[in-house]
């Protein structure tokens, strides 16, 4: 999962992305550090790149996605934001739109 440092970073990976998911967490969120593995095992399942984030180190980006908590992960499609999940994260929930977040790409690629 590759880390993002910047607000711009963010724009551009945003704009260059045609989906993506992002991982938010912050500092001491003890949720955070047990959700973060199980959504990196995800990430070779998936075709779209992975980023995280700490919304204390990047303050402008959970400003502008209004994050009111950590974690949170959200899944985008063509810059929009599909799904959001935030604190508790149900796994089943989250791979079910992932899956539906490439078979999207795939019809838009037919």
């Known amino acids: 999962m590759q880390e993002l440092t910047s607000f711009e970073e963010w724009q551009h990976v945003l704009n260059e992305s045609k989906q993506l998911l992002l991982f938010v967490k912050t500092h001491h969120c003890s949720v955070c550090e047990g959700l973060y ?13 992975f980023y995280r984030v700490n919304a204390a180190e ?4 959970a ?5 009111f908590t950590a974690p ?3 899944l985008f ?3 929009k934001e599909l799904a959001r999940f935030a ?5 089943n929930d989250l791979t079910k739109r992932m899956d ?6 795939n019809i838009e690629d037919a």
């Open 37 to 49: 593995p199980q959504v990196a095992a995800l990430e070779s399942r998936y075709p779209f790149p």
């Open 58 to 61: 990047v303050p402008e980006l």
């Open 63 to 67: 400003g502008q996605l209004a994050l």
């Open 72 to 74: 949170v992960v959200l």
């Open 77 to 79: 499609h063509q810059k």
């Open 87 to 91: 604190r508790i994260v149900p796994m």
């Open 100 to 105: 539906e977040l490439v078979e999207w790409g």
